[in-house]
């Protein structure tokens, strides 16, 4: 079974941090986590590419399999596509009755774009945002490919 309390802290301490010190350091604090700790991702990213993007997220023990994400993840080609169409994160936090931080889904792009950046691959995200009131739905994409040099 997934367990979902560091969400909740991840959460917590978004809001905390921008709280007591600003949007900036939030952004910061994404950065040092993407350098820290995407170590998995990246040493799949150097070894297989795209490949290695596919068996993080879409893999048997794949993050999303893990999470128990709703999504659909592929490689077309030479493009690296992924569908979440219900993110059990920010489920998680409403479902346990807490204030979504206002930017929680931007951590996902702030934490993975580099380090697809890393390996040569240029990588966008669309998150999905409720029109009236712009709090992320859960649902969102992303997509990458090799930079052309």
Same mark, same amino acid.
């Given at each position: 079974?997934?367990?979902?309390?560091?969400?909740?802290?991840?959460?917590?301490?978004?809001?905390?941090?921008?709280?007591?010190?600003?949007?900036?350091?939030?952004?910061?604090?994404?950065?040092?986590?993407? #350098?820290?700790?995407?170590?998995?991702?990246?040493?799949?990213?150097?070894?297989?590419?795209?490949?290695?993007?596919? #068996?993080?997220?879409?893999? #048997?023990?794949?993050?999303?399999?893990?999470?128990?994400?709703?999504?659909?993840?592929?490689?077309?080609?030479?493009?690296?596509?992924?569908?979440?169409?219900?993110?059990?994160?920010?489920?998680?936090?409403?479902?346990?009755?807490?204030?979504?931080?206002?930017?929680?889904?931007?951590?996902?792009?702030?934490?993975?774009?580099?380090?697809?950046?890393?390996?040569?691959?240029?990588?966008?995200?669309?998150?999905?945002?409720?029109?009236?009131?712009?709090?992320?739905?859960?649902?969102?994409?992303?997509?990458?490919?090799?930079?052309?040099?």
């Amino acid at each position: 079974m997934f367990r979902s309390d560091f969400i909740e802290i991840y959460n917590e301490t978004f809001t905390y941090v921008d709280q007591t010190w600003g949007k900036e350091q939030v952004h910061s604090l994404w950065q040092r986590i993407s #350098e820290q700790f995407c170590r998995q991702l990246s040493g799949l990213v150097e070894e297989k590419g795209l490949e290695g993007m596919l #068996e993080y997220w879409g893999g #048997e023990t794949g993050t999303l399999v893990q999470e128990e994400a709703v999504f659909t993840a592929s490689i077309q080609d030479g493009v690296f596509t992924a569908r979440m169409r219900s993110c059990p994160s920010t489920s998680r936090v409403k479902e346990a009755g807490s204030i979504l931080y206002d930017d929680y889904c931007g951590h996902c792009p702030a934490l993975y774009v580099p380090v697809a950046e890393k390996h040569g691959f240029e990588m966008k995200w669309h998150i999905e945002r409720d029109s009236e009131t712009g709090e992320c739905t859960g649902r969102c994409s992303w997509q990458a490919w090799k930079k052309n040099l």
